[in-house]
Nanobody, 124 residues
Framework: QVQLVESGGGLVQAGESLRLSCAAS????????MGWFRQAPRKEREFVAA????????LYSDSVKGRFTISRDDAKNSVYLQMHSLKPEDTAVYYC?????????????????WGQGTQVTVSS
């Protein structure tokens, strides 16, 4: 069993930056694919970014490409999401997710474990 705990969310103004962290415990996620998703009120949970376990391959949604960067530190069993140039439409609860099949996937149904989420609010 894996527990994922996100942190780093908050209230910022448009144009500012935030760095989200996701700490995994229970077992190592070094060989797993990791992803970030977000869910705004009254909307479906959507893919944000993903990173592979072995070759550093990353995927981003079109809406965040060029502004967000996903990274991982396997020594700390953690994954991060650096967010720059935040926009009000980035406001959502951000979730960290882990895929034990080590896929680099944009599909939320490929992920086995999820954190509780951290709120990001961007004011205009």
């Amino acid at each position: 069993q894996v527990q994922l705990v996100e942190s780093g969310g908050g209230l910022v103004q448009a144009g500012e930056s935030l760095r989200l962290s996701c700490a995994a415990s229970g077992r190592t996620v070094s060989f797993w694919g990791m992803g970030w998703f977000r869910q705004a009120p009254r909307k479906e949970r959507e893919f944000v970014a993903a990173i592979s376990w072995n070759d550093g391959k990353t995927l981003y949604s079109d809406s965040v490409k060029g502004r967000f960067t996903i990274s991982r530190d396997d020594a700390k069993n953690s994954v991060y999401l650096q967010m720059h140039s935040l926009k009000p439409e980035d406001t959502a609860v951000y979730y960290c997710a882990a895929d034990s099949l080590a896929l680099v996937s944009t599909n939320r149904y490929d992920y086995d474990y999820w954190g509780q989420g951290t709120q990001v609010t961007v004011s205009s």
